[in-house]
């Protein structure tokens, strides 16, 4: 099955926040978590959010028709490094450019995603974003 661009490959809830997984059409994989509305991240720019994870935070939006209602922090599996995934199906893959660049799976996304929400919850018991 051909995944077409910001085609959902997973979403779950993990520790009371929600996560979701989205191909990117170019045969990487993006994760993104929903950041609920009393939580000291919520609406600000991923510039403005100190959160470690791969590439680093890329996106933050609300209500997205792809992502779904709420605010949206995410990131991308593009970077120097990563390699594309050609068993996504992609409408075209990007071409690797080292030898030693990796392909991000799914279960290695779904891991930042929950390293993120991890960073997330220490924020929110901190009080401080």
Request: proline share 4%; hydrophobic share 35%.
């Amino acid at each position: 099955m051909s995944k077409r661009k910001f085609d959902e490959i997973e979403r779950g809830v993990h520790a009371g926040f929600d996560y979701l997984i989205l191909h990117d059409g170019m045969g990487h994989r993006n994760g993104y978590v929903r950041i609920p509305e009393w939580h000291p991240w919520f609406g600000k720019h991923y510039d403005d959010i100190d959160a470690e994870v791969h590439g680093g935070l890329t996106y933050s939006a609300g209500d997205s028709d792809l992502r779904g209602p709420g605010f949206w922090i995410g990131f991308d599996t593009a970077h120097a490094g990563d390699a594309s995934d050609p068993s996504l199906g992609a409408e075209y893959n990007l071409p690797s450019f080292g030898r030693d660049d990796v392909i991000r799976t799914t279960e290695y996304v779904r891991n930042e995603c929950f390293s993120l929400i991890k960073q997330a919850q220490e924020v929110a018991i901190a009080g401080k974003a």
